[in-house]
T-cell receptor, first 115, second 113 residues
């Protein structure tokens, strides 16, 4: 079966712009999470959605937002980009019932570079 | 809150050597524990998991045992291969944050032929 698909794979943006990243979860998975990976901070949790509702949110400024659609696809948006937002953004999906039992399946990520 | 501490490495081994990557955690309750692996330029792949104390997760020759008494989940492999070269992340979910994975900082493993 198809895995978690993230688009685009690479993105270059200018400071002050905004960006939207997309994630299509594994078919049947209703939970989608987003993580930011940087060399300095490692893997940090952004937010998690289940059935279009945000269930959990990490400690990121309000410039980072997300949403989930009725087909479980998710988008995250970053407004007013800063150089420090350069990172690999990873999306992960799970059945959402008991994530501790199943773990999450990750996509290949979107590499965002802010110049 | 939850936290995961793992040896940061880098770890460099020769092919067929024994591998241990230490991981300890802090969490309330009974978290589920995971090891993920990341190959260059890719996302994370679930390597193995354990959901309760004394469970042993295993996959592709890798093993880890959930030790609640020592709050540890050390990763081991008896004979590493060059293809095992990657970054390994220990992670947990639960302990009051059931929908959020908490990761260690990752350990870079390089296996030389």
């Amino acid at each position: 079966k198809a895995g978690v698909t993230q688009t685009p794979r690479y993105l270059i943006k200018t400071r002050g712009q905004q960006v939207t990243l997309s994630c299509s979860p594994i078919s049947g998975h209703r939970s989608v999470s987003w993580y930011q990976q940087t060399p300095g901070q490692g893997l940090q949790f952004l937010f998690e959605y289940f059935s279009e509702t945000q269930r959990n949110k990490g400690n990121f400024p309000g410039r980072f937002s997300g949403r989930q659609f009725s087909n479980s696809r998710s988008e995250m948006n970053v407004s007013t980009l800063e150089l420090g937002d350069s990172a690999l953004y990873l999306c992960a999906s799970s059945l959402g019932l008991e994530a501790g039992d199943y773990g999450y399946t990750f996509g290949s990520g979107t590499r965002l570079t802010v110049v | 809150g939850n936290s995961v501490t793992q040896m940061e490495g880098p770890v460099t081994l020769s092919e067929e050597a024994f591998l241990t990557i230490n991981c300890t955690y802090t969490a309330t309750g009974y978290p589920s524990l995971f090891w993920y692996v990341q190959y260059p330029g890719e996302g994370l792949q679930l390597l193995l998991k354990a959901t309760k104390a004394d469970d042993k997760g295993s996959n592709k020759g890798f093993e880890a045992t959930y030790r609640k008494e020592t709050t540890s989940f050390h990763l081991e492999k008896g004979s590493v291969q060059v293809s095992d070269s990657a970054v390994y992340f220990c992670a947990l979910i639960g302990g009051g944050s059931n929908y959020k994975l908490t990761f260690g900082k990752g350990t870079l493993l390089t296996v030389n032929p």
